[in-house]
């Protein structure tokens, strides 16, 4: 079993930039079967109001359930597409390049993603770069698949949206 604490620090590092964990919640498949944890780390806990603004940003999830990567691709594919609209039409190709990171994950296993304003945004499986989309436009496009207008899960958007108490 995963000790969250541990893998939900405080305080990470991103491209030299400090950022603070702005909220955790409980991470669900088919809104009832736990698979772990997830978390939002911003320099501001403040920029959760505007979670899609132009600022380094890193979400960081936990599992304490094994899940094939295929998964991840068929989840990331059908939400992008869904909050994209017409827009995932044109940027499939870059997404499907991207998702191509995604590996089998295990108990213990946890996922970065992490947006930086002039880079784009990289996949880390476990502190290991599995692949990067170095379009910035496209890469907080990614968020939606979390914090879209149809999310993944409501109550982890919700959740992660909420600044956690102290």
Request: one cysteine or more.
């Amino acid at each position: 079993m995963v000790n969250a604490t541990e893998q939900l620090p405080s305080q990470l590092t991103s491209e030299k930039v400090a950022l603070s964990r702005c909220s955790e919640a409980e991470l669900k498949a088919f809104r009832w079967i736990h698979v772990g944890y997830a978390a939002v780390y911003l320099q501001s806990c403040d920029g959760l109001n505007d979670i899609f603004s132009e600022t380094p940003k890193r979400l960081r999830f936990v599992y304490e359930k094994s899940i094939p990567a295929k998964a991840f691709k068929e989840a990331s594919e059908e939400y992008l597409k869904l909050n994209l609209g017409q827009q995932f039409e044109g940027w499939r190709a870059s997404f499907a390049e991207f998702n191509q990171g995604y590996r089998d994950i295990k108990d213990g296993d946890y996922y970065d993603l992490i947006y930086t304003p002039k880079q784009g945004l990289s996949l880390f499986l476990n502190d290991t770069l599995m692949t990067k989309l170095d379009d910035p436009v496209k890469g907080l496009a990614y968020f939606n698949i979390w914090f879209g207008k149809e999310p993944f899960s409501t109550d982890l958007k919700r959740s992660l949206l909420s600044p956690q108490k102290p």
